[in-house]
């Protein structure tokens, strides 16, 4: 397949396509935004795995989420992570990225030219998924979801405490507690940081089909149950309910007199609460702050620096403004909107 590439950055290996970011040496592309001979994909997220490729291959403690995606007759791959295979003319690897579970920066090596693509990540805590790794090379490509200096998260454990505070107060007033997050990766995080014995804990369906999986891959989490219109009583008036932003639950009446709460980066932003009527909002996030997108291309050590996924116009001015050589990569974005 011809990449259509019109744009170059950094050592080479990688370049714009109408499909995506596409490495010509290696003859794949990296979280395609259409169908491709061949896909390399960061992680489960509907704005990273998309359907229609001919072959897919990502980091192999997430190749279960990717099967949900895509359906398990998708041809999907999964690699150790660390683990060096030649595609092409290129050796490539997956290393933890910290963002979710299986989710993975991409590092293609050619000579003594080494690019790392992140897809999105965090250095944050989160008993969910592994942590980051810093993978040093000279071409390094970032997200920027949250590129901009005022976004700076609080110490993760002291925002899990609010949360059981919160959950705490609300069961012992006779009130259910209701936190939306996203149904990939938040939601886990949510359950496996959250004290377990304050009550019962519900999810919505779009939480609970991923469930088995990181339970399975061995990550802490407790003990839940799918929650509809026909069992909220199991929740009402002491448990947590824990469901997506994106979800329709008519029902929701069912629980009784309830607090309602988002886990949310954006919520580093005290307007952006108010706008969506929560009556908590938990900065919580699985993306990189300024603090630590900055510290990564410190410690990467690369001369080339390529800005994507979110305040990528900002970012590139500032990093040039202390001497990188700073780009932005275009991205084409569909699906929901995680954080």
């Known amino acids: 397949m011809s990449s259509g590439a019109t744009q170059k950055w950094g050592n080479g290996l990688v370049e714009l396509s109408r499909a995506g970011l596409y490495c010509p040496k290696g003859g794949f592309h990296i979280d395609p935004w259409k169908g491709v001979d061949r896909a390399l994909i960061t992680h489960g997220h509907a704005d990273h795995t998309r359907v229609g490729s001919s072959h897919y291959t990502c980091a192999d403690i997430g190749l279960p989420i990717l099967e949900l995606r895509l359906g398990k007759k998708a041809p999907i791959e999964g690699w150790p992570y660390g683990e060096r295979r030649r595609l092409g003319d290129v050796?490539?690897?997956?290393?933890?990225?910290?963002?979710?579970?299986?989710?993975?920066?991409?590092?293609?090596?050619?000579?003594?030219?080494?690019?790392?693509?992140?897809?999105?990540?965090?250095?944050?805590?989160?008993?969910?998924?592994?942590?980051?790794?810093?993978?040093?090379?000279?071409?390094?490509?970032?997200?920027?979801?949250?590129?901009?200096?005022?976004?700076?998260?609080?110490?993760?454990?002291?925002?899990?405490?609010?949360?059981?505070?919160?959950?705490?107060?609300?069961?012992?007033?006779?009130?259910?507690?209701?936190?939306?997050?996203?149904?990939?990766?938040?939601?886990?995080?949510?359950?496996?940081?959250?004290?377990?014995?304050?009550?019962?804990?519900?999810?919505?369906?779009?939480?609970?089909?991923?469930?088995?999986?990181?339970?399975?891959?061995?990550?802490?989490?407790?003990?839940?149950?799918?929650?509809?219109?026909?069992?909220?009583?199991?929740i009402k008036g002491s448990g947590l309910f824990v469901l997506p932003p994106s979800a329709e639950a008519k029902w929701m009446s069912k629980l009784g007199p309830s607090s309602e709460a988002a886990a949310s980066g954006w919520m580093r932003v005290r307007g952006m609460r108010r706008w969506q009527s929560y009556d908590q909002g938990f900065v919580i996030s699985d993306h990189a702050d300024w603090p630590t997108l900055h510290q990564t291309i410190q410690e990467t050590g690369a001369h080339h620096i390529g800005v994507t996924h979110g305040y990528t116009t900002e970012m590139v001015r500032y990093l040039r403004e202390v001497g990188h050589n700073a780009f932005e990569v275009p991205t084409w974005f569909t699906g929901d909107r995680e954080d």
Do not use: M
């Open 91 to 234: 050796w490539v690897s997956f290393h933890p990225a910290g963002h979710v579970l299986g989710s993975a920066q991409i590092r293609i090596e050619s000579g003594e030219n080494v690019t790392v693509i992140t897809g999105d990540y965090k250095r944050h805590w989160d008993p969910s998924c592994h942590p980051f790794e810093v993978v040093p090379c000279d071409t390094f490509i970032t997200e920027s979801t949250f590129g901009l200096p005022i976004y700076q998260w609080p110490d993760p454990s002291a925002e899990f405490e609010k949360i059981n505070t919160w959950w705490r107060r609300n069961s012992e007033q006779g009130r259910t507690s209701v936190i939306y997050a996203y149904s990939l990766g938040k939601a886990q995080r949510i359950l496996a940081g959250i004290d377990p014995k304050i009550g019962p804990i519900g999810v919505h369906r779009a939480v609970d089909e991923f469930l088995p999986i990181y339970r399975n891959a061995g990550f802490p989490i407790p003990e839940t149950v799918r929650i509809g219109s026909e069992n909220p009583q199991i």
